[in-house]
């Protein structure tokens, strides 16, 4: 499966943005899909995922209660609604996929995007 996220952009703190992670190739919807960012001289970390049925999410401590996962199997397409944005969001934000079981660890993801970038401003 080939994934294209798009929709970072430059915020300011309090502001909204809507990621989109469109995927190409079979089955998309027996893959468990995830959200992760890497931040300038830190390590990747996980953000969100959702199991290949939407039915469930799981979320980095820090974003519940402010981002959403979803995904439109139909439209072979993950999002990640951000609310509330904070400065510490800033990140290149990255789209995964991988079979099976919705976990959060990074090598467990077998197929990435290739990033689009998240700035917020306070």
């Known amino acids: 499966v080939q994934l294209q996220a798009s929709g970072g952009g430059l915020a300011q703190a309090g502001d909204s943005l809507r990621l989109s992670c469109a995927a190409s190739?079979?089955?998309?919807?027996?893959?468990?899909m995830g959200w992760f960012r890497q931040a300038p001289g830190k390590e990747r970390e996980f953000v969100a995922a959702v199991s290949w049925s939407g039915g469930g999410t799981h979320y980095l401590d820090s974003v519940k209660g402010r981002f959403t996962i979803s995904r439109d199997n139909a439209k072979n397409t993950v999002y990640l609604q951000m609310n509330s944005l904070k400065p510490e969001d800033t990140a290149i934000y990255y789209c995964?996929?991988?079979?099976?079981?919705?976990?959060?660890?990074?090598?467990?993801?077998?197929?990435w995007g290739q990033g689009t970038q998240v700035t917020v401003s306070s």
């Open positions: 190739g079979r089955s998309f919807n027996s893959y468990v």
């Open positions: 995964a996929a991988k079979r099976t079981f919705l976990e959060v660890s990074t090598p467990a993801y077998d197929y």
